[in-house]
């Protein structure tokens, strides 16, 4: 059987993808069977006649799955909005079945999942005559655990502290909280001691601050992975599928 875990960000734009893609990175070079699944993407790259996902695409390449996309994210949208809210403007519902046809495959095929949301646990996938669905309703139903992003800097303690209650609140487990784009100085410690003295929840990795990102991005988080995640950490976070 398959594991896997679910990521998810105290915020839109905290480096889920990015994280993502440096623990497929890690898995992957060292030898394991993982693949990337992301249920909606908003806000794709237009590519000549069509629009690519560009969290699929960076996790793709940093980690060198070679995957086709509409398997690992079945609904791209171009509009940069919500997924339920770019399903209406572009006149493609997500349909729940669908999502569940693409991860059981991946299931079969691969040994581990590493899913990620789009922005925060409670976006919203559909709103419609069918009702509401979010992504807590997603993960339930995949029934993953989860990993946490959050930032290093200010604010992070507020957004991190309810993201976990919250969570926990639903009976969701958590495996860890990973802190993206660390800064090692007096205010990112204090906000990391401050978590995880709030939660109780541990710190499984602190992700470095990457300088000019854009250049030779690939290696950077290759590079930055391998000094950050370990695989006996990531093994512990996988929950039988």
Excluded: W
Excluded at 38 to 47: D, N, P, Q, R
Excluded at 157 to 180: D, F, P
Excluded at 194 to 213: A, D, S
């Amino acid at each position: 059987m398959a594991k896997g875990v679910f990521i998810v960000g105290t915020d839109t734009d905290v480096g889920k993808t990015v994280v993502t893609a440096s623990i497929m990175h890690v898995l992957r070079s060292n030898g394991y069977n993982a693949t990337y699944f992301k249920a909606a993407l908003s806000g794709a790259i237009e590519a000549g006649n069509e629009f690519v996902p560009g969290d699929t695409l960076l996790v793709s390449e940093v980690s060198n799955l070679k995957e086709a996309y509409e398997n690992i994210t079945p609904y791209v949208y171009k509009s940069a909005v919500s997924p339920h809210l770019a399903a209406k403007l572009e006149n493609n519902p997500i349909q729940i079945d669908l999502l569940k046809e693409k991860y059981y495959y991946l299931k079969k095929k691969y040994d581990y999942i590493i899913a990620e949301g789009s922005g925060g646990i409670v976006c919203p996938l559909i709103d419609d005559e069918r009702g509401l669905y979010t992504l807590e309703n997603l993960i339930k139903d995949l029934k993953m655990g989860v990993i946490i992003v959050a930032r290093s800097g200010v604010g992070t303690i507020n957004h991190t502290v309810l993201t976990v209650k919250y969570i926990e609140s639903l009976g969701i487990n958590i495996k860890g909280i990973i802190i993206n784009d660390y800064i090692n100085n007096f205010i990112c410690n204090d906000n990391i001691q401050m978590i995880e003295k709030l939660t109780k929840v541990p710190i499984i990795g602190k992700l470095k601050h990457i300088e000019n990102l854009k250049d030779n991005r690939l290696q950077s988080i290759r590079i930055n992975a391998k000094n950050t995640f370990s695989i006996k950490t990531l093994e512990e976070c996988m929950d039988q599928l």
